[in-house]
């Protein structure tokens, strides 16, 4: 209550227990001086520590086998693109190689297991003096793509609008040979892409693309 001009009492200047203003203002401040020491004190004792080993960088995940081949676009156009490939190896020293090969090529394709039991297509035999000798293919390696040639009508869009039939154009493109891959492919799909270069109008290569196993030491 406020006993001021009350006759008789006067009221007192602090009350039991409590600091004036100037000591409050005094303990704060020294409070706060402990703190900072606290925390210098602390910063000091972690800088005196020992850097602890820094953790090493995780292995990057290998990408794969890879090589720049001619992709056809949406609208036929060509462009050369890096490809990768999934290794069908598990060993050391695998190797993703792209030989032009003239056609006939001169090779014998095999349907084999890899190490997995997957199917793959594998190079059985090489001709002699054949143009994929020549190149520089080699029996064991495994067929993982290949230029292939089609021929689609193509219809331009007067010709559309005429009712028209359109006319026959040849195309070459990149053929995937991993028979457990998608789309599904069959051996005899293979082998018919690779003999359908021998159709292009320009008389192109063929472009093999093989994965080769490390050679074992003679």
């Not at 050369?80 to 003239?102: I, N, Q, S, Y």
């Not at 394709?109 to 000798?133: T, W």
């Amino acid at each position: 209550s406020n006993l001021v001009g009350v006759p008789g009492i006067r009221p007192r200047d602090t009350a039991p227990g409590l600091c004036r203003p100037a000591q409050a203002s005094m303990f704060a401040e020294a409070a706060r001086l402990r703190r900072e020491i606290a925390d210098a004190e602390a910063e000091a004792a972690a800088a005196s520590m020992p850097d602890e080993p820094a953790e090493p960088p995780a292995p990057r995940a290998p990408e794969g086998l890879s090589v720049v081949l001619p992709i056809a676009r949406p609208d036929w156009s060509v462009e050369p693109t890096e490809c990768f490939f999934a290794p069908r190896t598990k060993r050391a020293g695998v190797e993703l190689k792209a030989f032009d090969v003239a056609v006939p090529c001169g090779v014998i394709l095999e349907e084999r297991d890899d190490e997995s039991g997957a199917p793959i297509v594998v190079v059985g035999a090489v001709g002699d003096q054949s143009n994929a000798a020549a190149a520089g293919v080699l029996p064991g390696d495994i067929l993982r793509a290949t230029t292939a040639v089609k021929q689609q009508m193509e219809l331009p869009t007067w010709q559309i609008l005429a009712g028209g039939i359109g006319r026959p154009k040849t195309f070459r493109f990149v053929f995937g040979c991993d028979l457990d891959g998608q789309p599904q492919r069959t051996f005899e799909d293979v082998l018919g892409a690779v003999g359908s270069n021998r159709l292009d109008p320009e008389g192109r290569p063929a472009v093999l693309v093989v994965e080769r196993p490390p050679r074992k030491a003679q």
